[in-house]
C-alpha cells in the first residue's frame, strides 16, 4: 500500500513538519493522458454522505503551503469519487498549474484531474474540486462556468474564507446549470446559468430563476 509523503514523515516522527502538504510524483502527476491525483487523502474522512466529505474540504485544502497567498499563492485541485467501499472520497490536491502561468498573478488555475489513482479501486468519479487563494472570491465566469471545462456531475469550489459553492452543470441535458451556496448544512440556490449561456458559462445578472 502507497503512502504518502506526509505520512511517512508522521510515521518516522519528524517533528519539525510545519504542517500537511502534497507532493508532486506521489500525491499528484501529470502524463500522457493528463494530470493523476492520488486517493484517499488521509485529511479527509470517507462518508456515505458526499456532503461530509465536501465540508472537510475547504480547512483541509486551506492548511496546505500557498493555498492563501493571494496573488503569490496557488490554486489545488482534486476530485471527489465512489470509492470500491461504496462511499465517498476525496483525492489527494494538485498544484498544478496550466503550462505557461505567471507564478504571482491575479488570474489562477489549476488543471482538473482526469484520473484518480486509489490501490483500493474505485467505482466513479462524481465531482471536481479546487480553491481559490483570495478572500471573496468566486466561481470565474468563463472558465470555472463554461460548458467545455466540466468533465463531472458537481464542481466545487471555495476561497480563503471556506466560502463554500457548487456547480451543477447538467452538461449535454436541456436544462439550466445551477450554482449553489453552502450555508450551514444545506445548499441554497444562488444563480441560475440560462441554457443559452452554458456555454459559455455566462453568469452576469440579470439571473433566470425558476
Given at each position: 500500500?502507497?503512502?504518502?509523503y506526509?505520512?511517512?514523515?508522521?510515521i518516522?516522527?519528524c517533528?519539525s513538519?510545519?504542517?500537511?502538504?502534497?507532493?508532486?510524483?506521489a500525491?499528484?502527476?501529470?502524463?500522457a493522458?493528463?494530470v493523476?491525483?492520488r486517493?484517499?487523502?488521509e485529511?479527509?474522512?470517507p462518508?456515505?454522505?458526499v456532503d461530509e466529505?465536501?465540508?472537510?474540504l475547504?480547512p483541509?485544502v486551506m492548511s496546505?503551503?500557498?493555498?492563501?497567498?493571494?496573488?503569490?499563492?496557488?490554486?489545488?485541485?482534486?476530485l471527489?469519487?465512489v470509492?470500491?467501499?461504496?462511499r465517498?472520497?476525496a483525492?489527494?490536491?494538485?498544484r498544478l498549474a496550466?503550462?505557461?502561468q505567471a507564478g504571482s498573478?491575479?488570474?489562477?488555475?489549476?488543471?482538473?484531474?482526469?484520473?484518480?489513482s486509489?490501490t483500493?479501486?474505485?467505482?466513479?468519479?462524481?465531482?471536481?474540486?479546487?480553491?481559490?487563494p483570495?478572500?471573496?472570491s468566486?466561481l470565474?465566469?468563463?472558465f470555472d462556468t463554461?460548458?467545455?471545462?466540466q468533465?463531472?456531475s458537481?464542481r466545487?469550489?471555495f476561497d480563503?474564507?471556506?466560502?463554500?459553492l457548487?456547480?451543477?452543470p447538467?452538461?449535454?441535458?436541456?436544462?439550466?446549470?445551477?450554482v449553489?451556496?453552502r450555508?450551514?448544512?444545506t445548499?441554497?440556490?444562488?444563480?441560475v446559468?440560462?441554457v443559452?449561456?452554458?456555454?459559455?458559462?455566462?453568469?452576469d445578472p440579470?439571473?433566470?430563476?425558476?
Amino acid at each position: 500500500m502507497r503512502l504518502s509523503y506526509l505520512m511517512l514523515l508522521v510515521i518516522q516522527g519528524c517533528a519539525s513538519v510545519p504542517g500537511p502538504f502534497v507532493r508532486e510524483g506521489a500525491d499528484y502527476g501529470r502524463d500522457a493522458r493528463g494530470v493523476w491525483v492520488r486517493g484517499p487523502w488521509e485529511l479527509i474522512r470517507p462518508s456515505a454522505e458526499v456532503d461530509e466529505v465536501i465540508d472537510q474540504l475547504c480547512p483541509a485544502v486551506m492548511s496546505l503551503p500557498d493555498a492563501r497567498g493571494h496573488d503569490d499563492g496557488v490554486e489545488y485541485c482534486g476530485l471527489l469519487y465512489v470509492g470500491a467501499d461504496g462511499r465517498y472520497h476525496a483525492s489527494a490536491p494538485s498544484r498544478l498549474a496550466a503550462k505557461g502561468q505567471a507564478g504571482s498573478s491575479s488570474t489562477k488555475s489549476c488543471v482538473i484531474p482526469v484520473r484518480v489513482s486509489d490501490t483500493n479501486g474505485f467505482r466513479s468519479i462524481d465531482a471536481d474540486f479546487h480553491s481559490h487563494p483570495w478572500q471573496g472570491s468566486s466561481l470565474t465566469p468563463g472558465f470555472d462556468t463554461a460548458t467545455r471545462y466540466q468533465r463531472y456531475s458537481i464542481r466545487i469550489q471555495f476561497d480563503t474564507t471556506c466560502h463554500v459553492l457548487k456547480l451543477v452543470p447538467h452538461v449535454n441535458e436541456p436544462v439550466p446549470a445551477e450554482v449553489f451556496e453552502r450555508v450551514g448544512h444545506t445548499w441554497q440556490l444562488l444563480r441560475v446559468i440560462p441554457v443559452w449561456d452554458k456555454e459559455n458559462g455566462k453568469i452576469d445578472p440579470p439571473f433566470e430563476v425558476p
